[in-house]
């Protein structure tokens, strides 16, 4: 009977942390959680831009992340600023080409290696944006999923998702 006790407690320590994620419909995380929380398309375009607050927030409500993310697989927090948005300036849009390997939830990249600066999956190369960089302190560069949107707003950026966290961050492709 004890044995019996003690392994009931063990499964019901393990299973805490499923029990403390934050879950929207039909069981599902609202925030990250794998493949089946892939968001179908990109963010809308920005109808009534304004500059980015500094030191901004975006952990929405609790148990979400304080980085830029999607919540159940529609609403890209973060997204936000529009094109008058300095943070994401490039003088020169689109200077290594453009990325052409597919967009969207079809298209799952595996990371290949590298870090914010510099980073590659499938033969192509990119870099985070400096502003962003700090919002992809968990991802794990050789073996996380990602998938690119393009950015309707800030020209020469893409966006990447990373699918296991939820979180996305600007990139700039450095070609192939």
């Not at 019901?12 to 929207?24: D, I, K, N, R, T």
């Not at 609790?62 to 936000?80: L, S």
């Not at 999956?121 to 990119?126: A, I, N, R, W």
Request: net charge negative; proline share 6%; with cysteine.
């Amino acid at each position: 009977m004890k044995k019996l006790i003690a392994l009931l407690a063990l499964c019901f320590v393990f299973s805490l942390p499923a029990l403390a994620q934050h879950h929207g419909s039909g069981g599902q995380p609202e925030v990250g959680g794998g493949r089946q929380n892939i968001p179908s398309h990109g963010p809308a375009r920005v109808n009534t831009p304004h500059q980015a607050e500094e030191n901004r927030h975006f952990n929405d409500r609790e148990g979400h992340p304080n980085a830029p993310h999607v919540d159940n697989r529609r609403e890209w927090v973060g997204h936000d600023t529009g094109r008058g948005d300095v943070h994401y300036h490039l003088d020169h849009p689109w200077e290594h080409g453009r990325f052409t390997g597919g967009f969207g939830r079809r298209h799952i990249w595996h990371l290949g290696g590298g870090g914010p600066g510099r980073f590659w999956f499938g033969g192509f190369f990119f870099s985070v944006a400096p502003y962003d960089g700090g919002f992809c302190d968990g991802w794990l560069w050789d073996s996380d999923d990602i998938v690119i949107y393009d950015d309707p707003d800030h020209i020469g950026w893409y966006l990447a998702y990373n699918v296991r966290l939820g979180t996305y961050a600007h990139v700039q492709y450095l070609g192939r």
